[in-house]
């Protein structure tokens, strides 16, 4: 039964996942780009909310309405003033900027909130659980986090395939001259791709900080969890993302039930299997664009 119940909290935490690496996979599909500070936006929007916890004693739930706007601001005027002309110069320059940004993100933090790690106070809401069977319950907080994950798939999905704004996104990915030729601003169409994927980044990174610790130095290894995760769906692909989370979150915890310290080591196994197996990942038809 401990494995069943490991499975069970293993697809919970790959809502965390799927959550995590949404705005990842939707940067990938739209414009083809591996943010690589992805993951320091992540605990930025952590601290940010616990700034906003400490100063107004805000549950972290409510910062969302703070931070995440902020987040898509940010993302939207980081593509439209760094982004735009770093990718004129070759696919490599996106690279290491967004690089650079997550060094100096880091560093900032670090010397802004010290090493040391914080979590996010949630109150009751990080004790309390529902009961599946007798042997096996939930937490409120990671089933929480699973639905969030799932409406944030189900909601790109929807606006990509069922908005204009969301047709215009994809069909200015599919070919960007043509889009130029029937009057779409390709470049405002991909900042406000940024700005949706940053402000996904930070509902993540909030939850992130109520589930765990976080330290300025976190970003690699949430970067780490969220490249894992769009890789075994599929580059671009928003389903294989949701299922590309729940088969690294069930990987993880099969591991940990096994042995305690083999969750994250049978996790990258997986990973490595997937993409010497199937290095388009599990669904690679189901692209953005």
């Known amino acids: 039964m401990n494995l069943v119940n490991a499975v069970v909290q293993g697809v919970l935490l ?34 940010g909310s616990l700034t906003l916890v400490q100063h107004l004693g ?39 900027v ?6 100096i993100v880091e560093s900032l933090l670090l010397t ?24 096996v319950s ?6 929480l986090t699973f639905a969030v994950g799932v409406v944030a798939v189900l909601g790109l999905q929807w606006f990509l395939f069922r908005t204009p704004a969301g047709r215009l996104m994809r069909a200015t990915s599919d070919d960007r001259e043509a889009a130029r030729i029937v009057g779409a601003d390709d470049r405002r169409v991909f900042a406000t791709a940024t700005a949706i994927a940053l402000g996904l980044v930070a509902v993540a990174g909030v939850f992130i900080g109520m589930r765990g610790t976080f330290a300025p130095s976190s970003g690699a290894g949430v970067l780490l969890f969220a490249f894992e ?45 997937v993409l010497a197996v199937r290095p388009e990942g599990l669904f690679p038809k189901a692209v953005i664009a």
């Open 58 to 96: 805000w549950h972290p739930l409510m910062t969302l309405a703070v931070v995440v706007p902020v987040f898509a601001a940010a993302g939207f005027g980081l593509q439209r003033g760094v982004l735009t002309r770093a990718a004129t110069r070759g696919p490599l320059t996106p690279l290491l």
């Open 138 to 143: 939930v937490g409120v907080l990671p089933l």
């Open 229 to 273: 995760t769009v890789v075994i769906g599929g580059l671009g692909s928003l389903w294989g993302t949701l299922a590309g989370g729940v088969l690294l979150g069930v990987a993880q915890l099969l591991g940990a039930a096994i042995d305690p310290a083999a969750g994250v080591l049978a996790g990258h196994v997986v990973f490595l299997v």
């Open 14 to 47: 790959g809502g965390l996942y799927a959550l995590l690496a949404a705005g990842l996979s939707l940067i990938f599909g739209v414009m083809r780009l591996v943010n690589l500070a992805h993951g320091a936006f992540a605990v930025t929007a952590a601290y």
């Open 98 to 103: 967004t690089f650079g940004l997550a060094v």
């Open 112 to 135: 802004g909130f010290s090493a040391d790690s914080r979590t996010l106070p949630t109150g009751q809401l990080s004790v309390a659980s529902v009961r599946l069977t007798g042997t």
